[in-house]
């Protein structure tokens, strides 16, 4: 912990309790010399964790929205701030708890993709031609400046994306064909160790229950010790400014625009904060999973195109006052390119388990996506080690999945998948496995939760340079962003690291630290590294 001083009785006010706040807190306790007492965490849901959440039961069925994996080598900040937070059992830190249980239950998908005929295809064989090879490293070797708003789909021909690479690359990363151009560069970049081995997933490292219980747990229960305050149901709907007319002349005047007051709802009741002069505010901006809403076994979840909940409110007051904090309607205009569904099935019954295990090679928890290439919807299934979830019985077990092409008539159901029922989906799944036989008893032993999410890949849509704020905006003193919808230079967005590193950035920047943030991994940069994802794309 820091010995620093300085900042006692200095308050700071964390907007939304996702995984990047709750870094910010941890690096403003940790490093910042902040009392916990005097750091305010505002989060309009009734729970911290963001999108990084686990929650339900044996009986009604348990859900988790979204998949998340981590990698050693790519996730720095993360391990970094997670090695200061103690596991909740106290035998030593979260990253620790991390590293351990993968070691003990490592990662090496055998059934990466299956096609049609429900027969398991050599994964390892990428499918590239030469022209797809040559376009690879011309998008690595183009500058974003010169790619600008160019879609994916620009960069390679129709051969692309057909290839094996692109259907494993796609559905771990959840791209769409006109997504950004720039996102993927920065992830071939950012992820190129990842070549040699994308078809085992062999570098994915995981918790050992869903992340809300191995992660965000904890940390909250850290920070609520340290006196850190959570202030749930509170939607925070705007700011005040000091001097916002002289917006224009703050990059000269020396002085800069500072937060005064945040203004907030709960319930019924309008209230606000007063923000004193040495105070600090750190604000998420935006939210991926805004708007998100289940099913159940009988019904189809809802998509919400109005904006419903107060994830995307804040940014847009915010950026109507001020010119550099982006345009979050880059982001949140199109729901139609950033929505899929996801979907949680608890089973009472060991029977599908075993049926995949045996079918797959891979007991639960040591396997990877499992990617139906061609089905109508492109699934992908995944059945992590059991429990998943904190409480979960002996004898439930549970399966994660998504479909990229949510309003695309099933295979097998007649049926747009945003239409289906949770039972629906699994039957399409049980079709797309080539288990008929048990479907009767699978269903029967099941419930399914599907997840609608509007805006799950919105970070990758088309964008200016200028869409994103940069972590601490130009000409602000107290104030920084946080979260999946700031810039940050050569990093990748849908990733917990990168909300990590804009806590990191914001933190040390706002409080002038000299603390090295760690840096970048590029493995290109690494001469082993690079050869053996050369030779994998040669291949």
């Known amino acids: 912990m820091s010995t620093s001083t300085s900042n006692r009785g200095r308050r700071a006010f964390l907007v939304g309790g996702g995984i990047a706040s709750l870094s910010a807190a941890v690096l403003l306790i940790r490093d910042g010399g902040f009392q916990g007492t005097d750091i305010f965490i505002l989060e309009e849901m009734q729970v911290a964790g963001g999108a990084l959440d686990g929650s339900g039961n044996a009986d009604t069925g348990y859900v988790t929205r979204g998949g998340r994996m981590w990698t050693e080598e790519a996730y720095v900040c993360l391990w970094n701030v997670l090695d200061s937070v103690p596991d909740r059992d106290g035998a030593g830190s979260l990253k620790d708890a991390v590293w351990d249980f993968n070691e003990a239950l490592q990662s090496h998908a055998n059934a990466r993709l299956i096609d049609r005929h429900h027969r398991i295809l050599d994964a390892a064989d990428l499918g590239f031609d030469a022209r797809d090879r040559v376009d690879v490293l011309r998008l690595l070797a183009t500058p974003e400046r010169m790619l600008g708003a160019e879609r994916i789909e620009d960069c390679f021909s129709a051969h692309f994306f057909d290839t094996n690479f692109w259907a494993m690359w796609r559905t771990t990363f959840a791209f769409q064909n006109w997504h950004s151009a720039v996102e993927m560069r920065r992830y071939l970049l950012r992820f190129l160790q990842e070549l040699p081995r994308i078809h085992t997933l062999a570098g994915v490292r995981r918790t050992a229950l869903n992340q809300y219980d191995s992660v965000v747990r904890p940390m909250q229960d850290w920070l609520a010790h340290q006196g850190v305050a959570f202030q749930f149901g509170t939607r925070v709907v705007d700011m005040d400014f000091e001097d916002f007319a002289e917006l224009t002349d703050v990059a000269r005047d020396g002085d800069g625009l500072r937060v005064t007051a945040i203004h907030c709802v709960r319930g019924d009741e309008f209230f606000s904060?007063?923000?004193?002069?040495?105070?600090?505010?750190?604000?998420?901006?935006?939210?991926?999973?805004?708007?998100?809403?289940?099913?159940?076994?009988?019904?189809?979840?809802?998509?919400?195109?109005?904006?419903?909940?107060?994830?995307?409110?804040?940014?847009?007051?915010?950026?109507?006052?001020?010119?550099?904090?982006?345009?979050?309607?880059?982001?949140?205009?199109?729901?139609?390119?950033?929505?899929?569904?996801?979907?949680?099935?608890?089973?009472?019954?060991?029977?599908?388990?075993?049926?995949?295990?045996?079918?797959?090679?891979?007991?639960?928890?040591?396997?990877?996506?499992?990617?139906?290439?061609?089905?109508?919807?492109?699934?992908?299934?995944?059945?992590?080690?059991?429990?998943?979830?904190?409480?979960?019985?002996?004898?439930?077990?549970?399966?994660?999945?998504?479909?990229?092409?949510?309003?695309?008539?099933?295979?097998?159901?007649?049926?747009?998948?945003?239409?289906?029922?949770?039972?629906?989906?699994?039957?399409?799944?049980?079709?797309?496995?080539?288990?008929?036989?048990?479907?009767?008893?699978?269903?029967?032993?099941?419930?399914?939760?599907?997840?609608?999410?509007?805006?799950?890949?919105?970070?990758?849509?088309?964008?200016?340079?200028?869409?994103?704020?940069?972590?601490?905006?130009?000409?602000?003193?107290?104030?920084?962003?946080?979260?999946?919808?700031?810039?940050?230079?050569?990093?990748?967005?849908?990733?917990?690291?990168?909300?990590?590193?804009?806590?990191?950035?914001?933190?040390?920047?706002?409080?002038?630290?000299?603390?090295?943030?760690?840096?970048?991994?590029?493995?290109?940069?690494?001469?082993?590294?690079?050869?053996?994802?050369?030779?994998?794309?040669?291949?």
């Not at 010119?323 to 089973?347: M, Y």
């Not at 088309?462 to 601490?472: G, I, K, S, W, Y």
């Not at 760690?518 to 050869?531: D, E, F, Q, S, T």
């Open 273 to 539: 904060h007063r923000v004193g002069p040495d105070d600090l505010v750190f604000a998420t901006l935006g939210s991926m999973t805004a708007d998100a809403r289940s099913g159940d076994n009988d019904h189809a979840p809802a998509l919400l195109r109005d904006k419903r909940d107060g994830g995307w409110t804040l940014w847009e007051n915010l950026a109507r006052k001020v010119p550099t904090l982006g345009r979050p309607q880059a982001f949140n205009g199109n729901v139609d390119e950033s929505k899929w569904e996801s979907f949680t099935v608890t089973l009472r019954s060991p029977l599908l388990v075993k049926r995949i295990e045996a079918f797959s090679g891979n007991a639960p928890g040591t396997g990877g996506l499992m990617t139906f290439k061609d089905s109508a919807w492109l699934m992908s299934i995944v059945v992590p080690h059991a429990p998943h979830f904190a409480g979960q019985p002996e004898g439930v077990y549970t399966l994660w999945g998504y479909g990229l092409f949510v309003d695309n008539k099933g295979d097998h159901v007649d049926k747009p998948m945003a239409d289906c029922s949770g039972e629906e989906i699994l039957t399409e799944l049980m079709h797309q496995l080539g288990f008929e036989d048990i479907l009767d008893e699978v269903r029967r032993t099941s419930t399914v939760i599907p997840v609608m999410l509007p805006y799950i890949t919105s970070q990758f849509e088309r964008r200016e340079p200028t869409d994103r704020p940069a972590v601490v905006p130009r000409g602000t003193r107290n104030f920084a962003v946080l979260g999946q919808y700031v810039e940050i230079p050569e990093d990748v967005v849908f990733t917990v690291e990168y909300s990590v590193r804009s806590a990191m950035h914001a933190v040390y920047g706002l409080l002038q630290l000299e603390h090295e943030i760690p840096a970048i991994y590029h493995g290109a940069a690494h001469p082993k590294v690079a050869l053996e994802s050369f030779k994998a794309l040669m291949l």
